[in-house]
């Protein structure tokens, strides 16, 4: 169940409107990276978590919660900044006494202008944030990835901390509002912390990799295709030790002639590996168990009930 | 800021998986008028809201908030339906002892067909919910209306709480299990509670017709075209006295005839109606001086703060 | 069948080119709340009304075909608005004697300058209008609402018409074309019209709340869930006695601890509605058997044909 | 403007319910090639258009109509192929006596099973046509294509025919009865037909190769870059004469060296083609000039008027 | 098997920056008409093409690599026109020196308000070309169509060509700079080049008119509808012979009557055309097994084996 | 520049025709974490790497060439899978000898049903493979990620290799064809040999953490929010050292008091961390300057060409 405090999580403020600004940070609210995206995504992830791993659970929800917190700091970031609009769309006095002492016509003008350049709260939203990015494509949940797999979900959730905090990065250079920037300080920062605790959480998960279950060919797990020729170069992603599986890189310098004198890779020997067929067959085997009876022990056979209301003994600190 | 209780607002349970049955029920997850979108929607409006209107934002975010929890109360009876389906997908031993028992082939086979019924678990996402419908499109925002005036924002949301009511009744008809029907019932009957609610709270705003500021054209708001001939009927939506203006309908029998003849409505005179273009002027005038001061007045110069943390005193009911 | 008059409905004119609101009424051709929404809208809900409710399905489809009307009504203002920029965008002599004689640089500059701020108009589009928002969003299918029930359906339109009037409002304020503020007046206004033609027609249905067919269950239709804590406010939506079904509204204000000692709700006995299960399951059976029937009853068994050709009797008023 | 007639324009029947047929017909109804996507696309050239070629104009309008009229005729069909699905699912009574006369499990598992299939129209449509595809993807304005010159929408619209004859010829595959495959060839029919129609007008513009204004740099019109090597083919594509331009085709057999040895093309020179540099700027400029000046001089300076009421001298064929 | 080679096709440059022709260029990286569509509606339609037609197979990846290299070139200029703001976005140092030097206000204020003309480069992608187009629409395979037949899919692709070659004429009327505009003229003149080797495959399919098998009923493949009433014209496309079946037009000049004295087109008579039911029945059963058995034959039956690695005999010109 | 050999990198067979598990196999042609994805991720991010980091930029061209590669092969399967369903398609003779031999109905009857479950293959794309998931969502550019930083791109692109391995070990799950088996092996492994080359790649940049330049602000870097109540626990997300900056979790057990007590964190106070704001905003201005002049030193000043031809000494291994 979810609760609400009217009161933001980080004191958020704004020295002045700047609608242009508003519209730039929507990007935080609708956009592919930002907090809404980060809420829901861990929220969905949460959902097959909860009962084999309740601890994984327990840090999605806080953190899928604090994203939703976060959201409402933009949200309200974004209509501090439009400053009056939304009351300005009301005022239909064409020839108003305060127009006309306020020279009407350049009022008219600018208020057009800014139209223009904003059309999302001028046009359909009237004077708030909408749920669009900077371009006003409306949010969708194409951008959330839910994989069902905690050593492939913590992943994505890392790189899509990296994304969020880099979009904040650059908005920070977009505003010269002491308040608005301290904000996005905070929430940039929060990223950094959340990028932490989800690498924090994979490295307690063993083995993470390969993420899930199969384990890879050995034939094909340390084969570096030079498919881009000219200003080719080589570095510790094709020369050395591979990091994951520390096998040893093997450079394909002409891949279309080995492709085809290995008959599309049917006669591809494994070398620079200790790995075996027969270990991977029985790492598959081994760790589908482990990971598989996991799951299936802590599910309930027949009836299940997602929350037990005895359960908290007193112990209430909300 | 949002808290999150790990109970359920509603106790959902499940008699048995039915994977089928999850499939359908991500149209209130995913759906166009499900959870998501109503929870997203109130939360989005409440933002201009807040300041001129605090009371109707602090409804907004009453519910916003609910539909939040009932977001999880249909991601969870998803899982639920869901089984082991998360669990069967990492078990990758082919020919495992316990499928060589249990008839191997079939059970291959019939996990194969359940995944070509419902890909979105099986491939994608691997058991868990999706923020699809149905029918695996992603949740979008375009779903989601929010137009800066409450006469407006609220009708939508009597329009959305209606249309939540009819797909949890359509789904009713599709699951014997007494568990998940007393759920859906418990989160249609609440579908019924806000519709009423945002209904009372429109009834506080006078006048709300027409919606927002500027009054209808007294020409051409009681004309009614009949543009589709052939089996014409007559009621009251075109003849008698119209139900929010109280003026005459004009029933136009052959639209095209009147239109060329009145120069394309240029000559088209008011009938049936009392009111004048200077009536409608002083009120576009009026009323507009009235709603954007309203939210002038609400909105502070200068340095804005969006939340007063002292201004609780002591009174903390969470 | 459809049929076109070249004339408009409405004598569209311009005073001169005005790209820049071309752009913003977009919002109304191809937008969410435009008239292609609501055209198809009601085109779409009144198929599976034609049968049973030949009245509504007449209603329907004369708005239908009048918002197609209006469709094309923008559609002309737009192009209109455009001026000549098809035109210019043939013109590919670049160092043409008029460019010359017209200080070609600053016109060039001009001419790329307009482009940026209308890229849909220049780029794709090449001078006339495109079949998105303002914000060169594509219009999409994910904005029509039908859901083959006219207590909702209904509502639906009645919602629509009310977004439609705000935006119209909007725009209204984005130019001072007397001639286009003669056209959004007379298309606002029928927003209004429509509006209530919808509402007569939904009173005519009885009974029409809660929608569709299943009444509400009486221990959750009254109860208020206060969950955003802070500045809580009552009003008619959660005291005194609800609008539909007249019964007290219940405030829960600690719904965390309300949902702990219920056990989820299992709990919450129905206080304050005079409704009881045994009613509610009778009306529900009642009911759903009555419009059940309706349904059967209109539609004929066996072979079935949409139109009867021999059934208009000389009676031809096109 | 716009005008209905009940009657449909072709007399559209089915022998019996198959919702099923109506699930992959919803293709020529929401789909990307369907009569909506046709209709709309015609109706959006055709404003452009009008002014400066009032001819195509007449042929565009002619033709959109007529598409909204076979939207209309596939909605109906597919309105008829449901049969009862929308009455089915208002009866509420689980345990009614028709149902337990006919053996009430079953008929609900088959009920529930069809839902399976067709989760489109027992979901959320509630048993009526959607303005989606046969895989529920909503439509889209992306389908859409008008580039503001005729020489090019044309061809696209031919293309556009082409694509949906071939969709109803797939559809005949799918359905037995008499009766819809009648409805289903008159449709695709007259897709031969429109494609025929926009030929003829294509041939009546000339030059109308290549499209629009600019002409072909000579150096690049006429080479064939051999850019997938093995199993290499030589056809009238790559060898002979062009078709449009009527040049010699050369065959750039190893496009990676000539590239690298004609310093990324620019030392590339043309071959095969007796057009030089200047005559092609030359066409540029008379072509840019003639059909510029065409569009200018059709449009009035000042006020615009789309309609003109009092040009049609009694000559009403309606 | 794809290659790269880090040499573009054709030699890009470009004289200065100029982010705002950057954003326009995106048209033709990831827009409905761009190199991208280009080069995956052809990559698409080659897979059902290769077994039975390997020579139209081989054409298509030839033109569809040779658009995944135009892909290339776009990108490339619009990352030379971007400059450095990707380094700009770097620069965090609020009081440098050299902002200091530079008047810093100033530059900062020209650097926001680039960003907002922008907000694609600036915001979310940190300076470098996007999968959208000219508005910030994410790329859809929308925009793809591959309908399996070749007598459509080659006019798909004329009418694709078509579009792009009058988007790149529209996009050089937005740059001064020599170097783009010499690219822009490479790119133009390639899809005058490929439209031709579209058209002459075509060409060798015999017959190709009707698209795919079916023929056209006799009773509705020449009849015009005159839906749009009011300024009616006659042209090649309603009057004379239609020119891909020969038949003559008929012109109904009052459809609605028609259709009404017709039973719904069930009593309209072929005129004008020497085509029989017959005939249509007796070419569509023959051409249905030529086709079909066109493609059964040329796939093998059981194993199916993509590619043979052995066939290339020693011939290598890559 | 691309170019495209006829042989697969992989030699991909299938064992007989599977309709079913080509619909699936669609998830990794047309889907969110498909080949087309990686392809066009690691292709666009390409472009503002290449200057400043040409050996990055190469690495990212290798493996976006190869997932291009991989594309071919996964179509390929799939057409192969697919079998003669293109061909069926064109079998237009309802009363064939051969059906009427092979009792036609049952042939009909199983055609028909197979079209249903693959409404994609049937009806739209006649039988080849299309650029949708395996629910026939279109691909769109939305699941690509490129923000203009190798510290956030290189790990986007982990994550993106993590989910498409985890979905082809799903998927094979859904096979028993061991050609096909062996095909997606080879593809899952190769995600995993990529993985590790991003990671390789990512452990070059130095710092690579926090992403991009600026520092985290100490206050907020590694406090721990308790939001989701009931239920804790306690790992090395929330307690001990976080293992990115090595600070100290601080775990606020009631955020709710923690937020109202600090003025909205105005108040809070840095602690478990040797971080000061100095060192933070020196970091930021230190960092920023070296890796902003990394990029501007890298792109030339005035005139910029992408390619040099003339570069390639002799040495060309294609």
């Known amino acids: 169940m979810f609760y609400h405090v009217k009161e933001l999580q980080f004191n958020a403020r704004?020295?002045?409107?700047?609608?242009?600004?508003?519209?730039?940070?929507?990007?935080q609210f609708g956009g592919a990276n930002g907090e809404l995206k980060a809420a829901l995504q861990y929220f969905v992830q949460a959902f097959p978590a909860k009962m084999p791993y309740p601890d994984k659970y327990d840090m999605l929800m806080d953190i899928a919660t604090e994203e939703f917190s976060h959201l409402e700091i933009v949200g309200a970031t974004i209509q501090m900044l439009l400053g009056n609009i939304n009351g300005e769309l009301k005022n239909q006095a064409e020839e108003s006494e305060i127009m006309q002492l306020l020279n009407g016509?350049?009022?008219?003008?600018?208020?057009?202008?800014?139209?223009?350049v904003n059309p999302q709260f001028f046009g359909l939203n009237g004077g708030g944030p909408a749920l669009t990015d900077s371009q006003g494509n409306p949010w969708t949940a194409a951008y959330v990835t839910?994989?069902?797999?905690?050593?492939?979900?913590?992943?994505?959730n890392m790189a899509a901390e990296s994304r969020?905090?880099?979009v904040y990065e650059y908005l920070l250079q977009f505003t010269d509002d002491p308040y608005v920037k301290e904000t996005l300080r905070f929430l940039?920062?929060?990223?950094?912390?959340?990028?932490?605790?989800f690498e924090a959480a994979l490295d307690t998960i063993q083995p993470n990799f390969p993420q899930g279950i199969l384990q890879g060919d050995p034939r094909y797990s340390n084969t570096y295709f030079n498919m881009s020729s000219g200003a080719d170069f080589r570095g510790p992603w094709n020369e050395g030790t591979s990091p994951g599986l520390g096998e040893t890189w093997q450079y394909?310098?002409?891949?279309?002639?080995?492709?085809?004198?290995s008959n599309g890779m049917q006669g591809h020997q494994p070398t620079g590996t200790p790995r075996t067929q027969d270990q991977v067959e029985k790492m598959n085997k081994d760790l589908g168990k482990m990971r598989s009876s996991q799951i299936r022990d802590a599910i309930p056979k027949g009836e299940v009930q997602?929350?037990?209301?005895?359960?908290?003994?007193?112990?209430?600190?909300?």
């Open 14 to 27: 704004v020295s002045k409107p700047d609608p242009k600004f508003a519209s730039l940070l929507l990007e």
């Open 105 to 116: 016509k350049e009022a008219k003008e600018e208020f057009i202008h800014k139209a223009m």
């Open 146 to 156: 839910a994989n069902g797999d905690l050593t492939v979900d913590l992943r994505s």
């Open 164 to 166: 969020a905090k880099i």
């Open 188 to 197: 940039m920062t929060r990223e950094i912390a959340h990028f932490q605790m």
């Open 252 to 261: 394909i310098d002409d891949p279309i002639r080995h492709v085809m004198e």
């Open 306 to 318: 997602w929350s037990n209301y005895s359960a908290r003994e007193g112990k209430r600190n909300i």
